[in-house]
């Protein structure tokens, strides 16, 4: 399992909202350009529209060698945003 950090407060628009931890089959490491430098973060498995809700993924686990440095998590539901 990876664990995920929250910064004290949690969203219930997050798709991992109220969960201290996700299985690596529940999400997708995904990398893209931004200005010219490799941004890499994760997000569901599932398909939606997500965006960065203030979570991060972590482990120490060597299973999981992508997640030793902590990456941003991508869960907010953008379609459900007011």
Do not use: Q
Request: charged share 25%.
């Amino acid at each position: 399992m990876i664990s995920i950090y929250k910064a004290g407060y949690g969203c219930s628009i997050n798709e991992f909202y109220n969960r201290d931890k996700v299985s690596r089959d529940e999400i997708l490491v995904k990398t893209k350009e931004v200005c010219g430098r490799t941004y890499t973060y994760a997000e569901p498995a599932k398909e939606g529209m997500w965006a960065f809700g203030g979570n991060i993924l972590y482990t120490s686990n060597g299973i999981f060698p992508e997640f030793n440095t902590p990456l941003k998590l991508h869960d907010r539901n953008m379609a459900m945003e007011a």
